[in-house]
Each structure stands twice: as structure tokens, then as C-alpha cells.
């Protein structure tokens, strides 16, 4: 798995002090994209929470999810997480360190007062002695929330920083890109009143390693659990990866739950959404726990076209850190089909700019504070692609494409109706379950002449770098 140390800076760590009209809680950013460019430490918002102990709630929970493994828990996490400023709204999110829950905290207008509400994105410092401080936060007494420094100080910071220097794997910022791209093929499955989802959630099993996953079913105002995916059926593998909600439980007025289509017996993601006063906080977990989200696949087909590539960069002077992206606007203004805007996302959010809000049913605009060109440069099987495309190893045709191994091997690429499939072991294992293998992507990529396709960024993908990387997974992390 390829790591780098990520340089987090603040002016001094986020602390929640006493103060003679109540309490404040002062959130410190680090770097961060904002509408006029890079800033150092952007500040997103001063008022006041209309919900002190919810929102604090929330926002550990957000930490927990940053600071777990829930695949090899032994494993140390930590990362600060990402704060959004969209105008109407604070988004917080966070990725578990084995890459399987992706948690996210929207703290709406109704749960915001007295202040105005930038945009931009970047990282917040969340430290145990805040934590701690949080934990013991027990009435609901006024509490001033600055995200960002202290309005004298904004255009004074020049002294010494904070620094905390932590692991930033490749395969957390893919999990963003492929959260996004899952979450968008979710409908609602099922919405519970509170005292039932307080019920069920305290009910559920702690599953172990081994476990086949379990499948819950609306019946009557609440769920039941079921071994097998019928009808309506919603998965749910490793239901200790829901133990962050218990935080906020008690203040739960309901409970969502969003999925796709349960199809055959493969387990598959699902989000679970807290609805909370003026704020909502959701998990979303990849279809098994010992899986991460990085390895789903779901971006391959955006990143292997140039058409997508193309529309992206237009798309994105668009987006104008929108809470709400909405596909029809975008496409008048744009003049492009709603399909290719579309597409555009997709492309846009394997560099994490733009999220997927399973409420609203709509993508939101952020701008991840890390070098999220990494996603594309260094996903697997899209390097491996490229290798064979400019080995020569694909030949086409009709609806037929034949890739040459290195070994000799030949595997045979059919598409019927738009759908590839392979005669290689990723295909018989997956089906397509987890995206196009690579010689199916090499396939696609050879019919629309996307060989020697320059990225956004202007590198070819993989460019000066070794393109023999294996496919699959690593040890002591879930499957990515």
C-alpha cells in the first residue's frame, strides 16, 4: 500500500474553553482550498450551535470513524477530519484507517445561528485533550462554535504552527472517489421513528471475522434481520461498524437507511443515516468489512475516457462550492448532455471534488486538502491498462478484444449491450462486482483510442512510474 506523510498545520490546537456568555469551541483549520485559492488556515464560520451536546455528539462520532480499523483493529489510525463550508451548511467527513466506513456529519442551517457560513475545505483538529473536553459536554448551555482562527488573528498568523505529521494511503483518498460513486446508485429502503432505531441498533449482533453478512428488512415500523437478501432486503456485514451512531443515539428523531437493489447473494454497501435536530450524520460501509472502498472499481470507466477528462475541467469552474449540484442545471449550463455531466462528476470525484449527499439525492462541490491527482495517478488496475495498451497486448475485433499477458496468457473481452465481461480469474471471481478487470478496461480504452490520453493534470496516468502493480489486495488492510 503506498503512503506519504501528510503535513497537517494550525495555528494552535482546537480547544473548548470557558467563557462569561457560555461556552466556545474553537475548531483550527489547516490548509485549505477556498474560493480565491490556497489559504493557510480559512475560517468557515462563528455563531453559535442551537444544539450544544448533539452537534458534539456528532462530531466525535466523525472522530471515532478517523481514528478506527475496523478490520485489524489492533492497527493504529488517526486522521484529522475534512470540514466543508458550503454556504447554507457544514459538511465534516472522515474515512476509517482500513478504508470500509466513510462517516459524514452535515450540520445544517437550522443547527447553525448567528454567523455566516464560508466556502472552502480543509482539515480541523480534533485532539484527545478536545475529545475528552467534548465527551463530558452535558447540558445544552450556549456554545460558540468558530470553525477557523479568531477573527483579529485571521490576517495576523505568522507565529509558530502546530504540526502533526500523519499517513495519508493512496487507498483512503480512492475511497472517497469510490464512496461517492456508490452512494449516487442508493435509493431509500427504509426510515424508522426514533424509538425504533434506537431499539434495533442496540440489538445488533457484534459480528466476527468469519460471519456470513446479515440482511435487515423493513417489517411493519421497525427492521428485521434475515440471512439472506429477499426482496427490499438491505446488507448490512460488520454491524460493529455502526458503533459510532451509539453516540448520538439518545438524540435520534429517526433512522434512514439507503442501498441499492439487493441482486444475488453478494453482500453490497448501504448508508445509514441518524437524522439529528438541524444536523444529520451517516455511515456509509463498503459491501464487507474486511474490504476496503478503494478497490470498488466504480471510477475505472470515468478515468479510462477522454471525453469524461474533457468535460470535467468545464464542469469544474461550475461547480461554485454548490451544497446541492444540480445535473439539470449543470447541463444547461454547460450545453452538455445530462449523461456526460454526469460523467463529469464521476470524473471530478476520483480527485474529491465533489461528494454524494444520500439525502438529498444530489452531489455536493468540496476540494479535498491533499494531492488527490494520487487517486488517478496511482490506481491499480488502471496503470496496468495503460501497460498493456502500450505493450500492444490488445487486439479488437468486432465485439471481441483478446489481451496478451506478459506470461503468454490470451484472455478474451466480450461486450454485450454495453456490459464487458472476461475469460480471467478477477472476472470469475467478481462477475463485475467490483468494476472492470484491466484487461476489460484496456478493452475499452483501445475502442475509443485512449492509449496515449494525457491527464487533467497534464501527466499521462502512471507516467514515469512502475506499472507492474498487483491487483488486489495487501496484507494486514482490508481488501482494497
Same mark, same amino acid.
Given at each position: 500500500m503506498t503512503?506519504? =506523510? ?25 490548509q ?70 466513510y ?17 472552502g475545505?480543509?482539515n ?12 463530558? /459536554? ?22 509558530s ?7 495519508l ?76 451512531l ?18 444475488g ?15 444529520? =450524520?451517516?455511515?456509509t460501509?463498503?459491501p ?14 470515468a478515468?479510462a ?12 469552474? =461550475? ?7 444540480d ?12 449523461e456526460?455531466?454526469?460523467?463529469a ?23 479535498l ?10 490506481n ?7 501497460? /498493456? ?16 499477458a ?11 449491450r454495453?456490459? /464487458? ?34 491527464r ?10 512502475d ?13 482494497g
Amino acid at each position: 500500500m503506498t503512503r506519504s =506523510l501528510h503535513a497537517l498545520a494550525y495555528a494552535r490546537p482546537s480547544a473548548l474553553e470557558s467563557a462569561p456568555d457560555g461556552r466556545r469551541l474553537g475548531l483550527e483549520t489547516s490548509q485549505g482550498a477556498t474560493p480565491t485559492g490556497r489559504q493557510d488556515h480559512p475560517r468557515f464560520f462563528a455563531g453559535f450551535l442551537t444544539s450544544p451536546q448533539i452537534a458534539s455528539a456528532a462530531l466525535l462520532a466523525v472522530a471515532d470513524v478517523a481514528a478506527a480499523r475496523y478490520y485489524q483493529p489492533q492497527l493504529r489510525a488517526s486522521l484529522d477530519p475534512v470540514v466543508t463550508g458550503n454556504g447554507d451548511r457544514l459538511r465534516f467527513e472522515s474515512f476509517s484507517g482500513c478504508g470500509g466506513v466513510y462517516a459524514r456529519l452535515d450540520v445544517l442551517a437550522a443547527g447553525l445561528d448567528g454567523g455566516e457560513i464560508g466556502h472552502g475545505t480543509t482539515n480541523v483538529d480534533v485532539n484527545d485533550p478536545l475529545r475528552e473536553a467534548l465527551s463530558r /459536554l452535558g447540558t445544552d448551555d450556549p456554545l460558540h462554535l468558530r470553525v477557523g482562527p479568531e477573527e483579529l488573528a485571521v490576517t495576523t498568523l505568522d507565529g509558530s504552527v502546530v504540526e502533526k505529521k500523519v499517513p495519508l494511503p493512496d487507498r483512503w483518498l480512492r475511497g472517497f472517489a469510490e464512496a461517492q460513486v456508490i452512494a449516487a446508485g442508493f435509493e431509500l429502503r427504509a426510515e424508522l421513528p426514533a424509538a425504533e432505531a434506537v431499539r434495533f441498533l442496540r440489538a445488533l449482533p457484534r459480528a466476527g471475522r468469519g460471519r456470513p453478512p446479515l440482511w435487515v428488512v423493513p417489517a411493519g415500523r421497525g427492521l428485521r434481520q434475515t440471512t439472506r437478501p429477499v426482496p427490499g432486503a438491505v446488507c448490512l456485514p460488520g454491524p460493529e461498524r455502526l458503533v459510532a451512531l451509539q453516540r448520538v443515539l439518545r438524540h435520534a428523531t429517526a433512522l434512514r437507511i439507503y442501498g441499492p437493489a439487493a441482486v444475488g447473494q453478494e453482500p453490497a454497501s448501504a448508508a445509514w443515516e441518524v437524522v439529528l435536530p438541524g444536523m444529520r =450524520l451517516t455511515l456509509t460501509l463498503s459491501p464487507e468489512a474486511s474490504r476496503g472502498f478503494s478497490g470498488e472499481g466504480g471510477v475505472l470507466e470515468a478515468l479510462a475516457t477522454d471525453e469524461a477528462g474533457e468535460d470535467a475541467d468545464l464542469i469544474s469552474v =461550475l461547480l461554485a462550492w454548490e451544497p446541492r449540484i444540480d445535473v439539470a442545471d449543470l447541463a444547461a449550463s454547460s450545453g452538455l448532455p445530462p449523461e456526460r455531466v454526469r460523467a463529469a462528476l464521476v470524473r471530478l470525484g476520483t480527485s474529491g471534488r465533489v461528494g454524494y449527499d444520500t439525502a438529498e439525492a444530489a452531489y455536493f462541490h468540496r476540494e479535498l486538502p491533499y494531492d488527490a491527482h494520487r487517486v488517478e495517478r496511482h490506481n491499480p488496475r488502471l496503470r496496468s491498462a495503460l501497460a /498493456l495498451l502500450r505493450a500492444g497486448a490488445v487486439a479488437l475485433a468486432g465485439e471481441l478484444g483478446t489481451v496478451t499477458a506478459a506470461d503468454g496468457h490470451v484472455h478474451r473481452v466480450r461486450e454485450d449491450r454495453g456490459r /464487458l465481461s472476461c475469460t480471467c480469474q478477477w472476472w470469475a471471481e467478481y462477475r463485475g462486482g467490483r468494476g472492470p478487470c484491466k484487461h476489460a478496461l484496456a478493452v475499452r480504452m483501445a475502442r475509443r483510442g485512449a492509449a496515449d490520453a494525457p491527464r487533467a493534470d497534464g501527466n499521462g496516468p502512471g507516467a514515469g512510474e512502475d506499472t507492474t502493480v498487483a491487483v488486489g489486495g495487501n496484507a494486514g488492510e482490508a481488501r482494497g
